[in-house]
């Protein structure tokens, strides 16, 4: 197991947000986490990128437990993110917003930019044609000298996208990677989710889109009032009982 | 002896002050360019200042040392200060080094060892203009190859978005710190230039209002990139000489109409010119395009 959750748990107040959650994501897996509004799912990704911390539980990437760690120490281990209300940094541009997630894989010590060394323009270089090829792999790569702000939505989605592959994480974390896009939009974005899946990276996808995460994620994890209440593959899920009382109630 | 020089002795202790509150400016800048409003820094200019006058009247050692010292001493100061306060965001953040700089100004009037209220005086002059431009032209570079290094797009990326800027991997109380501690020992700097070159501290040099001016100066400026604090310090300081004149034949004194013209200068470059008076060309530019285009 690459990424595994054992009996998290997160009260705001009285409100437990997550309540008991266990479940674990393998190598090079595409695994989706789904549930109603409110289900607790994006309190589940800001406990597991360190934005939060667990009231109880434990959260382990590989052998180690992550739980406690700030959240640059939990994205250095190697899970980078992006976030459903969309937070790239507005006034700088797309391809310097994808330069600022390669912070982690850079090695630019300020003196030697400080003494005009040729290592330090070299290093330059590269940080910036690695993030133009990743915003290629996005496709907006025609779009990199806009600022941020002046991007589409749908654009600045993919550039977080890009943003959160540029550190090379072992596990991405997606909030919501297709709200407000179309449909030719969000199947592009598939193409990108199973392609990066195939380069050895874990995704964790959470989806209000039931028809992209069947089609996507090879495991299914269904969240309702901060419990897990189905874990399996998309035919299991859609199957069980609880996961169609909790989507469509239950029948009278 | 020809007219330009005659008119640089004539105004070398004004072109001084420009250079030395262009320092204080960028001291102010190090901590805005990643979004924190500290105003400590009339604290760390004073624990400069005092520093190197102390150092130059009880020691021997060179003035290099001793401005080294200046920065030094305040830069101390910053890292315990430093680590609390910069979990503040905000006005909390601005309020709390408000604090300090109160602290250590109330401390000075209290200290006997340097005279209290009155400061020290009669500090030999030591510093000249060219080891004010030679510092001035030092914190520039800093600053100039900042830009665009990894550190600079982290401090851009704190602030735009801090808690983005975290799951990027960055520490950001590291660089929000690193930024203030550089901050308080450019402002120390200038504060054991400023006793060098004017011959005395007293710890009402070192007040709240040290500060807004040196605030003024950066957001009159521009604070969109490093040129900016230091245009706007020459423009606030030069202003008041030549108003000085102006003042005179309408019937004020100095300080009053002084006041009134950077506070009307102040409030205009914040509703018309949010990038600071560097943005002026710019702006120019732009409206003459539009116009040519018809």
């Given amino acids: 197991m690459l990424l595994a959750l054992d009996g998290v748990e997160r009260a705001f107040g009285g409100l437990r947000a997550v309540d008991g959650a266990s479940f674990s994501v393998r190598e090079g897996e595409i695994h989706g986490l789904i549930g109603p509004n409110g289900a607790g799912k994006t309190t589940l990704l800001n406990l597991i990128s360190g934005l939060l911390r667990p009231t109880s539980g434990s959260i382990k990437l590989g052998d180690r437990r992550i739980e406690r760690l700030p959240p640059h120490k939990i994205t250095a281990l190697g899970i980078s993110r992006t976030y459903q209300n969309i937070r790239l940094f507005p006034a700088l541009r797309a391809v310097e917003n994808v330069i600022v997630g390669e912070h982690l894989v850079r090695s630019a010590p300020l003196w030697r930019r400080l003494l005009f060394l040729p290592a330090a323009r070299e290093e330059e270089h590269t940080a910036r044609s690695r993030a133009l090829s990743l915003l290629e792999r996005v496709g907006v790569r025609e779009r990199a000298g806009a600022r941020a702000r002046d991007l589409s939505y749908g654009e600045q989605r993919r550039v977080e996208i890009a943003r959160a592959l540029a550190s090379d994480p072992r596990v991405l974390l997606l909030d919501e990677p297709t709200a407000g896009m179309n449909a030719a939009e969000v199947s592009a974005v598939a193409a990108l989710i199973r392609q990066v899946a195939t380069e050895g990276h874990s995704v964790l996808l959470v989806e209000h889109n039931v028809r992209l995460v069947m089609e996507v994620c090879q495991q299914i994890t269904v969240l309702n009032f901060g419990k897990v209440i189905a874990d399996g593959t998309p035919q299991a899920v859609a199957q069980d009982p609880a996961v169609i009382a909790a989507y469509l109630g239950n029948e009278p | ?294």
């Fill in chain 2, 1 to 294: 002896m020809s007219t330009l020089s005659e008119l640089f002795l004539t105004y070398q202790s004004l072109i001084g002050f420009v250079g030395i509150d262009a320092l204080l400016a960028l001291s102010v800048y190090a901590t805005l360019c990643c979004g924190q409003l500290s105003l400590a820094n009339a604290g760390f200019m004073a624990i400069g200042a005092y520093a190197a006058a102390i150092l130059t009247f009880h020691t021997k050692l060179p003035f290099a040392a001793v401005l080294l010292a200046s920065a030094l001493a305040p830069a101390a100061f910053a890292v315990p200060l430093g680590l609390p306060v910069l979990r503040l965001r905000g006005v909390f953040l601005a309020i709390a080094t408000i604090g300090f700089g109160e602290v250590v100004r109330l401390a000075l009037v209290n200290w006997d060892f340097t005279n209290g209220a009155l400061g020290l005086v009669a500090i030999p002059q030591r510093a000249g203009l060219l080891t004010i431009y030679l510092i001035l032209g030092i914190a520039l570079f800093f600053f100039a190859r900042l830009r665009g290094s990894k550190l600079g797009y982290a401090l851009d990326s704190i602030r735009e978005d801090e808690t983005a800027a975290r799951t990027m991997g960055i520490n950001t109380t590291l660089a929000k710190l690193s930024m203030f501690v550089f901050g308080a020992a450019l402002a120390g700097v200038a504060g054991g230039l400023e006793a060098h070159f004017t011959f005395m501290v007293a710890p009402s040099g070192y007040s709240f209002s040290r500060v807004v001016d040196m605030l003024v100066y950066a957001v009159v400026g521009g604070v969109a990139t490093y040129v900016g604090p230091p245009v706007g310090a020459a423009f606030m300081t030069l202003l008041p000489e030549v108003l000085r004149g102006l003042g005179e034949s309408v019937g004020l004194g100095p300080g009053p109409l002084r006041l009134f013209v950077s506070g009307a200068i102040l409030l205009a470059v914040v509703l018309f010119l949010p990038n600071g008076i560097v943005s002026l060309p710019l702006l120019v530019a732009a409206v003459r395009m539009r116009r040519q285009r018809g």
